[in-house]
Nanobody
Framework: QVQMVESGGDSVQAGGSLRLSCAASGLAFSVYDMAWYRQAPGKQRELVATITRRSIPIYVSAVKGRFTISRDNAEKRLYLQMNSLKPEDTAVYYC???????????WGQGTQVTVSS
């Protein structure tokens, strides 16, 4: 069974940094594009960043230049380094497959990021 376990979320002040981590299991991690998604209160879940199976990163405009996505295929881990955080980055962050296949139906509990002004 596919499982995603996210960690690293915290409460920080604007301008701060966090590093999120995701441990994936139950799938052939290295062959998938992977992605980070987030869901803010009262809003739909949205894509934040994708990393292809060849480790090419793709970012939405809202986070470009501030966030860095990376992966460790040997450990089946996905990371998101978040710098210069803004209050609008406040959300629950999730990892899942991405790219053309989109996300699986297996969502983890996510990790809460709260940015105060």
């Amino acid at each position: 069974q596919v499982q995603m376990v996210e960690s690293g979320g915290d409460s920080v002040q604007a301008g701060g940094s966090l590093r999120l981590s995701c441990a994936a299991s139950g799938l052939a991690f290295s062959v998938y594009d992977m992605a980070w998604y987030r869901q803010a209160p009262g809003k739909q879940r949205e894509l934040v960043a994708t990393i292809t199976r060849r480790s090419i990163p793709i970012y939405v405009s809202a986070v470009k230049g501030r966030f860095t996505i990376s992966r460790d295929n040997a450990e089946k881990r996905l990371y998101l380094q978040m710098n210069s955080l803004k209050p609008e980055d406040t959300a629950v962050y999730y990892c899942n497959t991405g790219g053309a296949t989109g996300p699986t139906n297996y969502w983890g509990q996510g990790t809460q990021v709260t940015v105060s002004s």
